[in-house]
């Protein structure tokens, strides 16, 4: 369920018999020949999922996070990590203020990874508080399926291009990672990376895609029990 398919009265309801919150924080970057919303879909698609077998809330996603170093391929728009980990607060406190008390974050993009600092602050500080993290592509079952395929995951690659991410033809074969020096601004980005996708196979057969999206389903599952 997702709260633009409710209104106030559910969401009282709802908290009488559950106390649990899915938050989506995504992005809204360059992702190759992928949807600039990739990292808010991925997440969302997973939420909606296990709300589906649970009937725990999802929370309207965060579509911006913090991408400066893709800045200059447009429609890259990015929040201050700053902003970011206010806003993620902000939240929080509005969800706990209603009664929320175990908020699974699903994180679809690295550059927000600076949230889980702030929400260690707030667990400290909100009584009986709990929060969970999940980060699909860097789980545990979803790596050991792209090694079991003999896949390189990386950004924009064949690992996130799901059915509802692609908005164009994808092309075939594998590019080439290219070399990375240390941390690179916007512009050296964009000259490093070029198309954007950092290396690796384009696509995949759609049935690898659909074993990767259920292993990481299976993990929100399990986060889900908060045990």
Not at 117 to 144: C, I, K
Not at 176 to 202: E, R
Request: proline share 5%; aromatic share 12%; with cysteine.
């Amino acid at each position: 369920m997702r709260f633009e398919e409710l209104n106030w009265f559910d969401i009282e309801k709802y908290l009488e018999v559950d106390d649990r919150l899915m938050l989506v924080l995504g992005a809204c970057e360059q992702h190759g020949y992928l949807s600039l919303t990739t990292d808010a879909l991925i997440p969302q698609a997973l939420g909606d999922a296990a709300s589906q077998q649970t009937g725990v809330l999802v929370a309207p996603p965060i579509n911006f996070g913090a991408s400066p170093y893709f800045l200059a391929y447009p429609g890259t728009l990015s929040l201050r990590l700053s902003t970011l980990l206010d806003l993620v607060e902000d939240l929080v406190r509005s969800a706990y203020g209603q009664g929320f008390r175990r908020i699974l974050v699903l994180n679809g993009h690295g550059g927000n990874d600076g949230v889980r600092g702030r929400l260690y602050e707030l667990a400290n500080e909100l009584p009986d508080m709990q929060f969970a993290w999940y980060a699909w592509w860097q789980s545990h079952s979803v790596t050991l399926l792209a090694e079991s395929h003999d896949l390189k995951p990386a950004h924009a690659n064949w690992l996130e291009a799901f059915p509802f991410t692609q908005v164009c033809e994808l092309p075939d074969g594998e590019k080439t990672p290219p070399k990375v020096a240390g941390l690179l601004g916007a512009k050296q980005a964009k000259q490093t990376y070029g198309d954007g996708v950092f290396g690796g196979a384009y696509q995949v057969d759609r049935s690898i895609m659909d074993e990767i999206f259920k292993a990481a389903l299976e993990d929100v599952l399990q986060f889900l029990q908060f045990e």
